[in-house]
């Protein structure tokens, strides 16, 4: 069988089928089988309600394999970059540089998915027994695709294994970073996972979540067929006003929350927050086979600990609820340790033209690769569990 590389320039050309066989075909080992992310759904409601697109900095350039029937056997969610924005792995600091030199770092190729710093599939292969040739010609599209859009590099984030190795092989340089997560230790109850904390944690969080739900304050879950318009757009406004006080301006607009739950509301869960008949705060998860993906926060009413509430402690009692494996609440945020979550690396890999710039990103990634081992190390002594003198 003979491959054939193809360049999309948007999802509408791409049919949804054989995308998701391939997106969704990929997990091994303790991969997530279903990740919402890399759906035609989700992806296809990003550029559709126009959040992705040349105009945002973001142009699809989907990177994809197919036989001699034009049957998708890979592929790569792929954007051309004219910004760092939006990415939540910073390489402002090597663009900088590499413009001060007399570089141009933009274009680049970026393979992720907007907005999400989720680990998950990003060389969309199933499984099988041309799984890894198939990743090796998606990379070498991407390098092909790099030489001819003119661009500087190739960004590759939140990897899985599988890709992981598979950029490896092909000499891309690894970044490590570190995310916190909740494990699901089989716990019946949120009462069962407040037993394996150490007294005085366990004490702290049951005074938290009195305390966030003390003025009056009730918390629903809602999804499926049961997220309406209305839920939208009072999410809308906490995400509106937490994007705007944080970081400027939001990436998300109103459209693609109503495409989202046109398309995938199964695979949505809206945690929100009422007070007096009405809603004061909510949080947008994704659900998977496996996981549990908490995303976007907000609220118009300012109440303690109601944050650590809707976002941590609700997610946690849902994957309970579900038998999910684990939470994954987002980039950054080594307050979710005290709160029983784990520290976890992510890993991206990253391909760069120029040998000089290539060098010195080589170089200090090899120090920062260090330091985030260390410090994860460290943080992994300090989480709220029991040991066996408590």
């Not at 992510?346 to 410090?375: C, F, K, M, N, W």
Request: charged share 25%; hydrophobic share 40%; with cysteine.
């Amino acid at each position: 069988m003979s491959f054939q590389v193809k360049i999309a320039q948007g999802l509408k050309a791409v049919p949804a089928a054989q995308w998701d066989a391939c997106a969704l075909g990929t997990a091994s080992g303790d991969d997530d089988p279903f990740n919402p992310f890399v759906s035609h759904a989700f992806l296809s409601a990003l550029e559709d309600s126009g959040c992705v697109g040349a105009k945002t900095g973001w142009a699809p350039l989907h990177v994809l394999v197919e036989d001699e029937t034009e049957t998708i056997l890979g592929a790569a969610p792929c954007y051309l970059k004219s910004h760092s924005m939006g990415e939540y792995v910073f390489d402002h600091s090597w663009a900088d540089a590499y413009t001060r030199a007399g570089g141009r770092y933009y274009p680049k190729l970026q393979v992720a998915v907007p907005f999400t710093p989720a680990t998950g599939p990003r060389l969309l292969v199933p499984n099988g027994p041309r799984a890894a040739e198939i990743r090796s010609t998606l990379v070498a599209g991407l390098r092909a695709l790099r030489d001819q859009a003119g661009a500087s590099s190739i960004h590759a984030t939140f990897l899985q294994q599988d890709d992981l190795d598979a950029f490896a092989a092909q000499d891309f340089l690894r970044r490590d970073d570190q995310q916190f997560h909740w494990f699901n230790e089989g716990y019946g109850s949120f009462d069962d996972f407040l037993a394996a904390l150490a007294s005085r944690k366990r004490k702290a969080i049951r005074r938290e979540r009195r305390d966030a739900l003390g003025p009056g304050i009730t918390v629903e879950w809602v999804t499926g067929k049961d997220i309406t318009e209305a839920h939208w757009d009072a999410f809308f406004a906490f995400y509106m006003d937490t994007g705007s006080r944080k970081w400027g301006r939001p990436y998300l607009n109103r459209l693609f929350f109503s495409l989202i739950g046109e398309r995938m509301a199964e695979r949505v869960l809206l945690v929100m927050a009422k007070r007096e008949g009405r809603y004061i705060a909510g949080a947008i998860n994704f659900i998977g086979d496996r996981r549990l993906y908490g995303r976007n926060w907000g609220c118009i009413e300012d109440h303690p600990f109601l944050h650590f509430e809707v976002c941590y402690y609700q997610a946690m009692e849902f994957a309970i609820a579900r038998g999910l494996d684990r939470v994954e609440a987002g980039a950054q945020g080594e307050h979710k340790l005290a709160r029983g979550y784990r520290p976890v690396l992510t890993s991206s890999a990253h391909d760069i033209a120029d040998p000089g710039l290539r060098h010195a990103v080589e170089a200090y990634l090899d120090q920062e690769r260090r330091y985030v081992t260390e410090a994860a190390e460290e943080l992994a002594e300090a989480t709220p569990f029991r040991h066996a003198e408590d």
